[in-house]
């Protein structure tokens, strides 16, 4: 992104944005793998760690801690482990990558079109919670796919995608894909919001630092990501656990996951069990995962519409005149 570019918006056609947006999630989603399939797993986990009494008899681990875990699952389950349900993952990153970028570039123009103007982080905000709600309505039930695949131990509930798809149509319905979505529309709709302003405000004077590397977008990146994160941390749990609802709830790598009905029956469920912190497990492998994905998603966006433009100015005739 050129130093004279304020917003996301200002370069590149909708195409290059839809591109950009679909490379920066493929490689996003392949470098933090491990980390989300971590994520995941302690999410699900809803005995309390410092009461012995909470998970006695609990048949599967029991995991604690982020390094303990992905060791864990390395020994138990094989490095490939690590990656459960990358095939799902790594679709739904390219999609909502493409689809975010694009919705995000489109609304602030429409924005920027009114006759009275909103403030800047104003026209960011809604940008990015707009983008983020439709981005993760049309890409849901690759997200819930990745989850259960995630979800899954030694013993295989679903052998493969496509009979992965087959199944929860055949015993859910068509809803069963979007078991949670509200929670996830919840989440995603504030922190998308928060993540993009937060992120055009601080591009342009991590951008005058001259970092290394052009490092400023995804320093930028990984601040509005831990900030946004934490504040709606909570709802991705919710998600997470409303996610692995259904027939199959018993027969994950945690076999105690309770029964959920709706988010607010769901979180009330939660803090009633387990407290507060309840709410919180899995957040400082999250804020691990969430700032080097979105420094890496950034910073490969920036670069690649930067290669794209490059690349069409290069093939514009010279004007001589």
Not at 197 to 211: C, D, G, I, K, V
Not at 239 to 258: C, D, E, F, S
Request: include cysteine.
């Amino acid at each position: 992104m050129s130093a004279g570019s304020e917003h996301l918006k200002d370069e590149g056609s909708r195409q290059q944005v839809v591109i950009a947006g679909a490379t920066a999630g493929l490689i996003s989603r392949f470098c933090i793998a491990p980390l989300d399939v971590v994520k995941i797993r302690l999410q699900l986990q809803h005995h309390s760690l410092s009461d012995p009494l909470s998970y006695r008899g609990i048949k599967g681990p029991i995991y604690k801690g982020t390094i303990p875990t992905l060791r864990t699952i390395a020994t138990q389950e094989g490095i490939r482990g690590l990656w459960k349900g990358n095939v799902p993952a790594e679709l739904l990153y390219i999609l909502y990558g493409g689809i975010q970028f694009s919705v995000y570039r489109s609304t602030t123009v429409v924005l920027q079109a009114l006759t009275n103007r909103l403030p800047s982080s104003a026209e960011s905000f809604i940008s990015g919670a707009v983008a983020g709600g439709v981005a993760t309505t049309a890409t849901y039930p690759l997200d819930l796919l990745r989850t259960r695949f995630a979800a899954q131990g030694t013993e295989k509930i679903y052998n493969s995608l496509r009979a992965s798809i087959r199944d929860i149509y055949r015993h859910e319905g068509a809803r069963g894909f979007f078991q949670g979505l509200g929670a996830g529309v919840g989440q995603i709709v504030p922190y998308m919001g928060l993540f993009f302003t937060t992120y055009e405000a601080l591009r342009q004077p991590m951008t005058q630092l001259q970092l290394p590397f052009g490092s400023s977008d995804a320093t930028a990146g990984i601040v509005a990501s831990v900030m946004a994160k934490t504040g709606v941390f909570p709802l991705d749990l919710i998600r997470k656990r409303l996610q692995v609802q259904g027939p199959t709830r018993a027969r994950y790598i945690h076999t105690n996951i309770p029964a959920y009905k709706g988010v607010a029956r769901a979180m009330r469920a939660i803090i009633r069990r387990e407290g507060w912190r309840g709410l919180y497990r899995g957040l400082t492998v999250s804020l691990f995962k969430a700032a080097p994905a979105s420094a890496v998603t950034m910073w490969t966006y920036e670069r690649t519409m930067k290669i794209m433009i490059d690349m069409e100015r290069a093939k514009q005739p010279i004007n001589t005149e």
